[in-house]
């Protein structure tokens, strides 16, 4: 052990039992998020050198986040992932030392995995988190006696504050070794545990029978052993309150009018709080633009760079402050214990359209974006509730589509007021519950379509109310954040640069002679300068490469009241849905090639005219027809990467694929031919 | 000896036994054992799912699991 340059520490223990605030607090900022090889379960590390003054030593730990299970018998992907790395000593992760964290106030439950780890032979030591908690009640438990009885050492902690992180710190350079032979036990699990796959049936074939006799010898062993440490237990003074706080939160009434309250008032939030923040990051980047415009030399690259990654990037910064917002709430929703609530009181009512109370947190979190919250869909046993859910989480409105609608909505409502609503936020209310009831109703054709004879379970904890921890909070946002950021910012950069490539581009002969015809002084002095200019910038966007490619699309879209521009846009957008607004930006400052930058996107897409019908495109029956088009079409690579992986196969991916692009298709014609 | 189903609000027991293996796995790890004393706390509306407190844990599950759950009255 003294030899090794790194010694490796992996967390385990029950969910909400305070590992991840352990981890937190022993890492800090020195984490990284990725993924295990070959599944999409997060694996949190993090390397940290910790000095002991004590002792006078230094030493590189690395500390990994295993998944938090109850036991070593998984029943998800993400748990079987603790198994696979606790059970292989060749597993790139097989740790030195394992802290199992407990939760104090749960001292049974915590032990049942804890024991597990003993008899795999891995040096443990036992962490009593929470233990505040249990001051405050009548219960008290006899430390030195517990790590007697299980010879293991034994930590009392409170991560939240920090009391007890140097007592562990201390305890990692004394590791006991374990003197169990734990190949026996590796074997017994690996005999009773047949492994998960992606939507795999094996979960039905597991031996519980075997697994219930070894879950029952354990307790008693537990059992005897707090016989010893253990005086009396009581309800701890958090478990009163969260009972008291039940009351409210779960009644038949007041439960669901609290819901809706709280998602209303995140909604009003998200969109009042952010109004400021936007405008000054629009300005920011538009600022830049002109900036780059006016200080490079004209040409190609400044065009580039001015008029297309700049615009394109600031359509999707500007999204920032909506998206940090949200994911803000909905991670204080799931630190506080209030979610689980929710899935609660909705379970009977998602019941019957095939789906389980469970799914709420991934339809919820859909709103955000679907990316993370298919992957939280993981948490639903279930197998076909599970597909259900995934399938239907795309069409809860993702924060991806807010730049589309706001651009759309901007462009073609008036902003007046119907009563003491303004029509802008009543419509755009009224899209995220059309992705709701399209969510729910598509749940309830695959109902009837998919066949299983897997037995469904709703069998989950009320974790106790917690304070959220705005570490743990602000965390979580910024990742998020930064993701989203890294991801767009990609994504548009790379078809900012292809798409400006095909829009100035074209194959020669026609394009080339573009500038010949319309620059010539006769027929500038017929028109006047300025509408000769935008005459050729518009017939080279025309014949450019993007402009063969959307005029190509054209007829499948002509019913949907689309033009060829808004065709490239479509296709552009398939990476992404907000990439739209960039590609609207760029061909719009690519269209009117005027000198003045004082004319907005919003604007010059006003100005715009339906090659054919010689009408304004963007009429309301046409940007409504787009506006549907976006709130149940795909148009996200993202998402159909994780459907696969969440599937394992290509079968789903395709048929939500073909069934939302058909949807938005059908939506979209009605839309339009009722208004038009 | 009852099913945990008949249990009214408010009530406590003590757990005897589960009649499936498969449902007892899941309560098992959750902390809810033989022996372990159960009350019930309230139910959702409709009266399903029905949230119990065992063990210092509040837990939750389905009627249809609770039928499985063999109880005696305290």
């Given at each position: 052990?003294?030899?090794?340059?790194?010694?490796?520490?992996?967390?385990?223990?029950?969910?909400?039992?305070?590992?991840?605030?352990?981890?937190?607090?022993?890492?800090?900022?020195?984490?990284?998020?990725?993924?295990?090889?070959?599944?999409?379960?997060?694996?949190?590390?993090?390397?940290?050198?910790?000095?002991?003054?004590?002792?006078?030593?230094?030493?590189?730990?690395?500390?990994?986040?295993?998944?938090?299970t109850y036991s070593l018998f998984p029943k998800?992907?993400?748990e079987q992932?603790?198994l696979?790395?606790?059970?292989?000593?060749?597993?790139?992760?097989?740790?030195?030392?394992?802290?199992?964290?407990?939760?104090?106030?749960?001292?049974?439950?915590?032990?049942?995995?804890?024991?597990q780890?003993?008899?795999?032979?891995?040096?443990?030591?036992?962490?009593?988190?929470?233990?505040?908690?249990?001051?405050?009640?009548?219960?008290?438990?006899?430390?030195?006696?517990?790590?007697?009885?299980?010879?293991?050492?034994?930590?009392?902690?409170?991560?939240?504050?920090?009391?007890?992180?140097?007592?562990?710190?201390?305890?990692?350079?004394?590791?006991?070794?374990?003197?169990?032979?734990?190949?026996?036990?590796?074997?017994?699990l690996?005999?009773v545990n047949?492994?998960?796959?992606?939507?795999?049936?094996?979960?039905?074939?597991q031996p519980n029978?075997i697994q219930e006799?070894e879950m029952?010898?354990?307790?008693?062993?537990?059992?005897?052993?707090?016989?010893?440490?253990?005086?009396?237990?009581?309800?701890?003074?958090?478990?009163?309150?969260?009972?008291?706080?039940?009351?409210?939160?779960?009644?038949?009434?007041?439960?669901?009018?609290?819901?809706?309250?709280?998602?209303?008032?995140?909604?009003?939030?998200?969109?009042?709080?952010?109004?400021?923040?936007?405008?000054?990051?629009?300005?920011?980047?538009?600022?830049?633009?002109?900036?780059?415009?006016?200080?490079?030399?004209?040409?190609?690259?400044?065009?580039?760079?001015?008029?297309?990654?700049?615009?394109?990037?600031?359509?999707?910064?500007?999204?920032?402050?909506?998206?940090?917002?949200?994911?803000?709430?909905?991670?204080?929703?799931?630190?506080?214990?209030?979610?689980?609530?929710?899935?609660?009181?909705?379970?009977?009512?998602?019941?019957?359209?095939?789906?389980?109370?469970?799914?709420?947190?991934?339809?919820?979190?859909?709103?955000?974006?679907?990316?993370?919250?298919?992957?939280?869909?993981?948490?639903?046993?279930?197998?076909?509730?599970?597909?259900?859910?995934?399938?239907?989480?795309?069409?809860?409105?993702?924060?991806?589509?807010?730049?589309?609608?706001?651009?759309?909505?901007?462009?073609?409502?008036?902003?007046?007021?119907?009563?003491?609503?303004?029509?802008?936020?009543?419509?755009?209310?009224?899209?995220?519950?059309?992705?709701?009831?399209?969510?729910?109703?598509?749940?309830?054709?695959?109902?009837?379509?998919?066949?299983?004879?897997?037995?469904?379970?709703?069998?989950?904890?009320?974790?106790?109310?917690?304070?959220?921890?705005?570490?743990?909070?602000?965390?979580?946002?910024?990742?998020?954040?930064?993701?989203?950021?890294?991801?767009?910012?990609?994504?548009?950069?790379?078809?900012?640069?292809?798409?400006?490539?095909?829009?100035?581009?074209?194959?020669?002969?026609?394009?080339?002679?573009?500038?010949?015809?319309?620059?010539?002084?006769?027929?500038?002095?017929?028109?006047?300068?300025?509408?000769?200019?935008?005459?050729?910038?518009?017939?080279?966007?025309?014949?450019?490469?993007?402009?063969?490619?959307?005029?190509?699309?054209?007829?499948?879209?002509?019913?949907?009241?689309?033009?060829?521009?808004?065709?490239?846009?479509?296709?552009?957008?398939?990476?992404?849905?907000?990439?739209?607004?960039?590609?609207?930006?760029?061909?719009?400052?690519?269209?009117?090639?005027?000198?003045?930058?004082?004319?907005?996107?919003?604007?010059?897409?006003?100005?715009?005219?339906?090659?054919?019908?010689?009408?304004?495109?963007?009429?309301?029956?046409?940007?409504?027809?787009?506006?549907?088009?976006?709130?149940?079409?795909?148009?996200?690579?993202?998402?159909?990467?994780?459907?696969?992986?969440?599937?394992?196969?290509?079968?789903?991916?395709?048929?939500?694929?073909?069934?939302?692009?058909?949807?938005?298709?059908?939506?979209?014609?009605?839309?339009?031919?009722?208004?038009? | 000896?009852?099913?945990?189903?008949?249990?009214?609000?408010?009530?406590?027991?003590?757990?005897?036994?589960?009649?499936?293996?498969?449902?007892?796995v899941k309560?098992l790890e959750?902390?809810?054992?033989?022996?372990?004393?159960?009350?019930?706390?309230?139910?959702?509306?409709?009266?399903?799912?029905?949230?119990?407190?065992?063990?210092?844990?509040?837990?939750?599950?389905?009627?249809?699991?609770?039928?499985?759950?063999?109880?005696?009255?305290?």
């Open positions: 052990m003294e030899t090794k340059e790194i010694i490796s520490v992996a967390l385990v223990g029950n969910p909400n039992c305070g590992k991840s605030t352990l981890f937190n607090a022993l890492t800090g900022l020195n984490q990284q998020t990725g993924n295990f090889p070959g599944v999409t379960v997060e694996k949190k590390i993090g390397k940290v050198r910790i000095h002991d003054q004590q002792l006078q030593r230094k030493q590189t730990f690395n500390f990994i986040d295993l998944p938090g998800s992907l993400d992932e603790t696979k790395v606790l059970t292989n000593a060749r597993n790139p992760d097989y740790p030195d030392i394992v802290v199992a964290v407990a939760d104090a106030s749960n001292l049974k439950r915590s032990l049942l995995l804890c024991f780890l003993k008899e795999l032979g891995l040096p443990i030591v036992l962490v009593l988190n929470m233990i505040d908690l249990l001051q405050r009640s009548s219960l008290s438990i006899d430390c030195a006696k517990l790590s007697e009885v299980l010879q293991i050492p034994v930590i009392e902690m409170n991560a939240r504050d920090k009391k007890g992180i140097g007592a562990l710190k201390k305890q990692l350079f004394q590791p006991n070794t374990s003197h169990v032979d734990g190949s026996k036990y590796t074997a017994l690996q005999s047949k492994p998960l796959l992606p939507l795999d049936k094996n979960l039905e074939k029978y006799k029952l010898r354990l307790y008693s062993l537990i059992e005897s052993a707090l016989k010893e440490a253990l005086i009396e237990e009581k309800k701890t003074q958090a478990l009163a309150w969260s009972i008291r706080l039940d009351n409210y939160f779960t009644h038949p009434v007041w439960g669901f009018l609290i819901f809706l309250g709280i998602l209303f008032f995140i909604f009003q939030s998200i969109f009042s709080w952010s109004e400021k923040p936007m405008e000054w990051i629009d300005l920011l980047f538009s600022n830049a633009g002109d900036w780059v415009n006016a200080t490079l030399p004209a040409g190609a690259f400044n065009d580039l760079l001015s008029q297309g990654i700049i615009p394109g990037l600031g359509g999707i910064f500007m999204f920032i402050p909506q998206i940090a917002i949200l994911f803000t709430f909905i991670a204080i929703l799931e630190d506080t214990g209030y979610m689980a609530r929710v899935s609660y009181i909705m379970d009977r009512m998602l019941r019957g359209f095939g789906i389980n109370g469970k799914s709420i947190i991934p339809l919820i979190s859909g709103v955000a974006c679907a990316v993370p919250a298919i992957m939280s869909a993981r948490t639903i046993k279930n197998q076909k509730e599970r597909l259900i859910t995934i399938f239907i989480t795309p069409l809860m409105s993702c924060s991806a589509r807010l730049p589309v609608y706001t651009l759309l909505i901007s462009a073609a409502v008036p902003d007046q007021n119907w009563g003491p609503f303004n029509i802008k936020g009543v419509l755009l209310m009224s899209l995220y519950l059309i992705g709701f009831i399209a969510a729910l109703g598509t749940a309830l054709i695959l109902k009837w379509v998919i066949k299983s004879r897997e037995k469904s379970y709703f069998i989950m904890e009320l974790p106790v109310y917690r304070k959220p921890q705005w570490g743990v909070v602000a965390f979580t946002m910024y990742d998020k954040v930064k993701i989203f950021v890294m991801n767009a910012g990609k994504i548009i950069i790379a078809i900012s640069v292809v798409l400006w490539l095909l829009s100035s581009y074209g194959p020669s002969g026609k394009f080339d002679g573009i500038e010949q015809k319309y620059n010539s002084t006769s027929y500038i002095e017929k028109v006047g300068k300025q509408q000769a200019e935008n005459k050729i910038a518009s017939e080279k966007l025309r014949n450019s490469y993007a402009g063969i490619m959307g005029r190509a699309i054209e007829p499948a879209i002509a019913p949907l009241g689309f033009d060829w521009k808004i065709g490239i846009a479509l296709v552009t957008s398939f990476a992404a849905r907000e990439v739209f607004v960039g590609t609207m930006a760029t061909m719009y400052s690519a269209g009117s090639n005027s000198d003045e930058n004082s004319i907005t996107l919003k604007e010059s897409m006003m100005k715009d005219v339906n090659e054919r019908t010689g009408k304004p495109l963007f009429t309301l029956a046409t940007v409504m027809s787009l506006i549907l088009f976006y709130a149940f079409a795909m148009q996200c690579m993202s998402t159909i990467a994780v459907v696969f992986r969440e599937t394992g196969s290509w079968k789903w991916p395709i048929i939500q694929l073909v069934y939302m692009t058909a949807l938005a298709w059908i939506a979209a014609f009605i839309a339009y031919n009722l208004l038009k | 000896m009852r099913e945990l189903i008949e249990l009214a609000v408010k009530e406590t027991a003590i757990i005897l036994s589960f009649s499936d293996s498969e449902i007892a309560l959750l902390g809810c054992l033989p022996g372990a004393s159960i009350q019930l706390l309230h139910k959702a509306p409709m009266g399903d799912p029905i949230t119990y407190l065992i063990d210092g844990s509040i837990i939750t599950m389905r009627k249809k699991e609770a039928a499985s759950v063999l109880i005696e009255s305290k």
